[in-house]
T-cell receptor
Framework: TQLLEQSPQFLSIQEGENLTVYCNSS?????LQWYRQEPGEGPVLLVT?????EVKKLKRLTFQFGDARKDSSLHITAAQPGDTGLYLC??????????FGTGTRLKVLA | DVKVTQSSRYLVKRTGEKVFLECVQD?????MFWYRQDPGLGLRLIYF???????EKGDIPEGYSVSREKKERFSLILESASTNQTSMYLC???????????FGPGTRLTVT
């Protein structure tokens, strides 16, 4: 069974701090997505990575796909209260079926 | 921008009722998905459709059925709602089976 393990599960930090969220698996994936979900809303796509070693930046967010395409990280620089939410990674091995991580719940305190 | 809309944000139904959840996407995507999201269990796939009138069971199809009569619309049907179907239901669409699912805002269903 393919699994995506996210860590940490919960994170509470002060505004201005940096943080990294990890998404790990023993399986190889053809693509991986990161989403942010706010309470009572659907997940919003942040980025898709498809190439091993790929790094993508979205303002203060930096996403990296592992060289072996088994893992990914999301780094947030100078976190702001607006970054608060549930961060989900999702991956596929090339079929319609996506595997979702259990999520990292981030709270950024002003 | 891709837009996926769901018919209701909040829904309260009684045990045994038949429930319809509707999802519409405006980007001509071939693929549409229904998930439920529960605390501690993450997102679980209920059904998937890759074309009009085509459907495949996901991981937890029991107690649910789906209908896709038009490309832009994918409906989830709870034939006889039960309390264990109380959940957040999320619809998603994608243009291929490989990349980038886009989600609707979700329907919070409570079955009493």
């Amino acid at each position: 069974t393919q699994l995506l393990e996210q860590s940490p599960q919960f994170l509470s930090i002060q505004e201005g701090e940096n943080l990294t969220v990890y998404c790990n698996s023993s399986s190889v994936f053809s693509s991986l997505q990161w989403y942010r979900q706010e309470p009572g809303e659907g997940p919003v796509l942040l980025v898709t990575v498809v190439t091993g070693g790929e790094v993508k930046k979205l303002k203060r967010l930096t996403f990296q796909f592992g060289d072996a395409r088994k893992d990914s990280s999301l780094h947030i620089t100078a976190a702001q209260p607006g970054d608060t939410g549930l961060y989900l990674c999702a991956a596929t091995s090339g079929t319609y079926k996506y595997i979702f991580g259990t999520g990292t719940r981030l709270k950024v305190l002003a | 921008d891709v837009k996926v809309t769901q018919s209701s944000r909040y829904l309260v139904k009684r045990t045994g009722e038949k429930v319809f959840l509707e999802c519409v996407q405006d980007m001509d995507h071939e693929n549409m998905f229904w998930y439920r999201q529960d605390p501690g269990l993450g997102l679980r796939l209920i059904y998937f459709s890759y074309d009009v009138k085509m459907k495949e069971k996901g991981d937890i199809p029991e107690g649910y059925s789906v209908s896709r009569e038009k490309k832009e619309r994918f409906s989830l049907i709870l034939e006889s709602a039960s309390t264990n179907q109380t959940s957040m239901y999320l619809c998603a669409s994608s243009s291929t089976p490989i990349y980038e699912q886009y989600f609707g805002p979700g329907t919070r269903l409570t079955v009493t």
